[in-house]
């Protein structure tokens, strides 16, 4: 049973495009909803947070913006860079404090 | 400098043999977690443990079992019986007490022949 839904697979930005990267959840109960962001043969690190009383959270060129009535939330990637490319996992936690995470997106930004 | 140190990096087994993954954290962190990650499947949980001697199943736990016996250490041991073992491990560590930041290691790719 997936709880976090998350869009696309794939995704191939020029430098300087903005990426956008959509998850979906089902379980109310969920009230931390975290990025997490994968370079090749590394292990995940938190890239971005947000908690469902605020809209959206900036931090840099990452931004999150969350829409708790369509229980959706997205990160957008502003000036996208080689360096963005990666794996992203969006993901959300509730009072079991274990985190139930996307599948995952593979970012690619060309030249 | 504090992290998390998982090994073997890389492990090759033979069909039927059990196999454990080493994970160490310095971190002085209480909750540590074991996640599996395969292609488009993203990360699922295995095992966590939020204090020394006590641990939870997590959704894939099935063939996998492991101990807490000291703060810094959480090994997993993928048994024979778990049936589709070729996969990459994660370990990871939060502070616990409600902190929700997961911090992980670089993680062990197991193969199974």
């Known amino acids: 049973q997936q709880q976090v839904k998350q869009s696309p697979q794939s995704l191939i930005v020029q430098k300087g495009g903005i990426p956008i990267i959509n998850c979906a959840y089902e379980n109310t109960a969920f009230d931390y909803f975290p990025w997490y962001q994968q370079f090749p043969g590394k292990g995940p690190a938190l890239l971005i947070a947000?908690?469902?009383?605020?809209s959206e959270k900036k931090e840099g060129r990452f931004t999150i913006s969350f829409n708790k009535s369509a229980k959706q939330f997205s990160l957008h990637i502003m000036d996208s860079q080689p360096g963005d490319s990666a794996t992203y996992f969006c993901a959300a936690d509730g009072t079991a404090s274990k985190l139930t995470f996307g599948t995952g997106t593979r970012l690619q930004v060309t030249l | 400098d504090g992290g998390i140190t998982q090994s073997p990096k890389y492990l090759f087994r033979k069909e039927g043999q059990n196999v454990t993954l080493s994970c160490e954290q310095n971190l002085n962190h209480d909750a540590m977690y074991w996640y599996r990650q395969d292609p488009g499947q993203g990360l699922r949980l295995i095992y966590y443990s939020q204090i020394v001697n006590d641990f939870q199943k997590g959704d894939i736990a099935e063939g996998y079992s492991v101990s807490r016996e000291k703060k810094e250490s959480f090994p997993l041991t993928v048994t024979s019986a778990q049936k589709n073992p070729t996969a990459f491990y994660l370990c990871?560590?939060?502070?616990?007490?409600?902190?929700?930041?997961?911090?992980f290691g670089e993680g062990s790719r197991l193969t199974v022949l």
């Open positions: 947000i908690r469902p009383d605020v």
């Open positions: 990871a560590s939060s502070m616990g007490g409600g902190a929700r930041e997961l911090f």
